[in-house]
T-cell receptor
């Protein structure tokens, strides 16, 4: 079945450590996105990529980094510079040039900083 | 930048009744998409309904329908015959038409409405 796979589902990290969240899609979508969700907030855009080897900052990119070396993969690194990294992270994709607008989401990764 | 406002943090409805969730947005664009997403306790984001701004006809998907008022920048979701499985967070979202040479891509979300279904 086609879809978006995020791993791990739950992750714990100590302060000062970098951690990488994985996002893989087999939908052949061109565009991919990372969102952060905090309690009582909507989803906020961290980074997005509309094509391989290119990505753009979203609204809250500070303390995060991404890469897009393959169409299928868009990993997110939460660096030690991110002041409040405990949150729920959602990866999404969309078709790209032939786009009907909606984003398709993975099941999310819950990051907790100890 | 676009903004999306959901003024109802929580709504409650009796099973089998109808409920309407409100959403307003602010934009200077004329061509865009609007969406309602559902997030159940599993936290998976599920698309409920989409509306293209240039289409005047309100979108409908089974028990879900929208009231899209472009001039008023309003996009409410009506759920008819509410079922226990409809209990979830509901998010209204906006997206500029992609690859149109405009600003940033991606969805802009409201803060959500928690829908409770009373049996």
């Amino acid at each position: 079945d086609g879809g978006i796979t995020q791993s791990p589902k739950y992750l714990f990290r100590k302060e000062g450590q970098n951690v990488t969240l994985s996002c893989e899609q087999n939908l052949n979508h061109d565009a991919m996105y990372w969102y952060r969700q905090d309690p009582g907030q909507g989803l906020r855009l961290i980074y997005y990529s509309q094509i391989v080897n290119d990505f753009q900052k979203g609204d809250i990119a500070e303390g995060y980094s991404v890469s897009r070396e393959k169409k299928e993969s868009f990993p997110l690194t939460v660096t030690s510079a991110q002041k409040n990294p405990t949150a729920f992270y959602l990866c999404a994709s969309s078709r790209g040039l032939v786009d009907t607008g909606e984003l398709f989401f993975g099941e999310g990764s819950r990051l907790t900083v100890l | 930048a676009q903004t999306v406002t959901q003024s109802q943090p929580e709504m409650s409805v009796q099973e089998a009744e109808t409920v309407t969730l409100s959403c307003t947005y602010d934009t200077s664009e004329s061509d865009y998409y609007l969406f309602w997403y559902k997030q159940p306790p599993s936290r998976q984001m599920i698309l409920v309904i989409r509306q293209e701004a240039y289409k005047q006809q309100n979108a409908t998907e089974n028990r879900f329908s929208v009231n899209f008022q472009k001039a008023a920048k309003s996009f409410s979701l009506k759920i008819s015959d509410s079922q226990l499985g409809d209990a979830a967070m509901y998010f209204c979202a906006y997206r500029s038409r992609p690859y149109s040479g405009g600003g940033a891509d991606g969805l802009t979300f409201g803060k959500g409405t928690h829908l409770i279904i009373q049996p």
